[in-house]
């Protein structure tokens, strides 16, 4: 008779994780401070969201050759204008570092959150989820409502204005109206991705990758752009006195308290 044929089996494959991966994987996959981590991740979503906003405010401005953030802080006609676009580029820079260093501490906290929520059945319906959530999306639906606000300002000033000479209807859409608008879509955005969430519907993911992109072709915009500026001829560190920022310090000519109290 014939021998029956015995088939060993294959042998398992054991896979092995470094230290690095094993680290990253469980620190992403759950969170050691919850409602701390929550609350921080509420914040920085509002904070990204404005960063976002004056981000725009701020391109536009150096796209356009004007001074639309220091306008708007009315610091713009005490700088001068080859002044001011020393500011504004290196407030664009400032900008660019601060999207490199929140949005991915942003998308990190939602992961981490969102993992331990799967944890933690019911934790929706504490006061430590709701209280961060609420308030955070109470401040983008006011965000929101404000630009709106702003928007419908600038058309009914440019109907007051028809006929009249100069009006500059045509400045107020491209450095008032266009930076508003642009303002609403982000805070209704992120306003709207927080109702999802209050209503149960957890969209971080895409919200997070969104916002990824929106960053990082943000901060590459402005970054080049303030390069350009800075090295455009007729940008000037000097305000419109004509005193450089940097010279009373460099030169050791500031003055003593003596000569400020003696008069």
Same mark, same amino acid.
């Given at each position: 008779?014939?021998? %029956?044929?015995?088939?060993?089996?294959?042998?398992?494959?054991?896979?092995?994780?470094?230290?690095?991966e094993s680290f990253w994987k469980r620190e992403l996959n759950g969170a050691t401070?919850?409602?701390?981590?929550?609350?921080?991740?509420?914040?920085?979503?509002?904070?990204?969201?404005?960063?976002?906003?004056?981000?725009?405010?701020? %391109?536009?401005?150096?796209?356009?050759g004007s001074s639309g953030l220091l306008s708007a802080l009315g610091a713009a006609s005490l700088i001068g204008g080859s002044a001011a676009k020393y500011v504004e580029a290196n407030t664009a820079i400032a900008l660019v570092a601060a999207l490199v260093v929140l949005v991915p501490l942003m998308v990190v906290l939602d992961r981490r959150t969102r993992a331990e929520w799967l944890k933690r059945t019911g934790y929706a319906d504490r006061v430590a989820y709701k209280v961060p959530l609420y308030l955070a999306l109470g401040v983008t639906v006011a965000a929101?409502?404000? %630009?709106?606000?702003?928007?419908?300002?600038?058309?009914?000033?440019?109907?007051?204005?028809?006929?009249?000479?100069?009006?500059?209807?045509?400045?107020?859409?491209?450095?008032?109206?266009?930076?508003?608008?642009?303002?609403?879509?982000?805070?209704?955005?992120? %306003?709207?991705?927080?109702?999802?969430?209050?209503?149960?519907?957890?969209?971080?993911?895409?919200?997070?990758?969104?916002?990824?992109?929106?960053?990082g072709a943000l901060a590459v915009a402005l970054f080049v752009t303030a390069v350009i500026t800075l090295h455009t001829p007729g940008t000037s560190m000097q305000p419109s006195g004509g005193t450089n920022f940097y010279d009373d310090y460099n030169n050791g000519s500031s003055k003593s308290l003596e000569d400020l109290f003696k008069y």
């Open positions: 008779m014939a021998e %029956a044929k015995t088939t060993e089996p294959a042998p398992a494959v054991v896979t092995t994780q470094t230290a690095g401070f919850l409602s701390l981590e929550h609350a921080g991740h509420m914040i920085l979503v509002v904070i990204v969201a404005a960063l976002l906003s004056v981000g725009v405010v701020t %391109a536009i401005s150096l796209w356009t929101k409502l404000f %630009a709106i606000v702003q928007m419908l300002t600038v058309i009914l000033t440019s109907l007051a204005v028809i006929g009249v000479n100069g009006n500059g209807v045509g400045d107020m859409y491209l450095y008032q109206f266009l930076p508003s608008a642009i303002t609403a879509v982000i805070f209704g955005g992120t %306003a709207w991705y927080l109702f999802k969430l209050a209503k149960g519907r957890d969209n971080g993911r895409a919200f997070s990758t969104l916002v990824m992109l929106l960053s």
